[in-house]
């Protein structure tokens, strides 16, 4: 069966640090991947999506960045956190016209 | 931009159907009908899809119109851990098909 992970679970950060997240997919090959941002009380949004190796598609300008350097991983990054990257970070995989499966996310705090 | 309309909240008595409508008038021959809900603090957990036949499984039924501009979701007999947001996405079969969550309809189950 397939099963997404997602860690770490909670993470506080200072401002300007940086940030990396990471999110693997194990029992597929070649799923598309995602990240999705919620800041608090509100909707999901998507930041990135990959359709394979090395290929990313960024939706909304912003202060991160996104990697896939194997086909079942995907990374998400920051060089220097602002406060405004405070939110619960998702990630997510599919198989084409399949549902989506969501990581348990991550809450990072920018302090 | 979401391609679905739902309304912000609804509540529903413990034990009673909850009938959760859904407004896709623009969805196109190729696209599918997903269900998401989303409990406080947790990733969206996928409920149920279909094309245009209805659809039933132990979580709950889905019944689309003939002409398939809008779709209703059902949960049989609410319950408590039923409470949570809830998204309707119309989806394409195709290989670059993210998903653009609306704001969705925050049901509330009433003991």
């Known amino acids: 069966s397939q099963t997404i992970h997602q860690w770490p679970a909670t993470l506080v950060q200072p401002v300007g640090s940086p940030l990396s997240l990471e999110c693997t997919v194990e029992g597929t090959s070649n799923p598309n991947l995602y990240w999705y941002r919620q800041a608090a009380g509100r909707g999901l949004q998507l930041l990135f999506y990959?359709?394979?190796?090395?290929?990313i598609s960024s939706e909304v300008p912003q202060n991160l960045s996104a990697s896939r350097p194997q086909d079942r991983q995907f990374i998400l990054s920051s060089k220097k956190l602002l406060l405004s990257d405070s939110g619960f970070y998702l990630c997510?995989?599919?198989?084409?016209?399949?549902?989506?499966?969501f990581g348990s996310g991550t809450r990072l705090t920018v302090v | 931009d979401a391609k679905t309309t739902q309304p912000p909240s609804m509540d529903c008595a413990e034990g009673r159907a909850a009938n959760l409508p859904c407004n896709h008038s623009?969805?196109?021959?190729?696209?599918?009908v997903y269900w998401y809900r989303q409990i406080h603090s947790q990733g969206p957990q996928y409920i149920i899809h279909g094309l245009k036949n209805n659809e039933t499984n132990e979580m709950a039924s889905l019944i689309i119109t003939e002409d398939r501009k809008s779709s209703t979701l059902i949960l049989p007999h609410a319950t408590l851990r039923d409470t949570a947001v809830y998204y309707c996405?119309?989806?394409?079969?195709?290989?670059?098909?993210?998903?653009?969550f609306g704001k969705g309809t925050r049901l509330h189950i009433l003991p």
């Open positions: 996405i119309v989806r394409p079969m195709n290989r670059d098909d993210k998903i653009i």
């Open positions: 623009t969805i196109s021959g190729n696209e599918y």
């Open positions: 990959s359709v394979g190796i090395g290929q």
């Open positions: 997510a995989w599919s198989r084409p016209g399949g549902g989506y499966t």
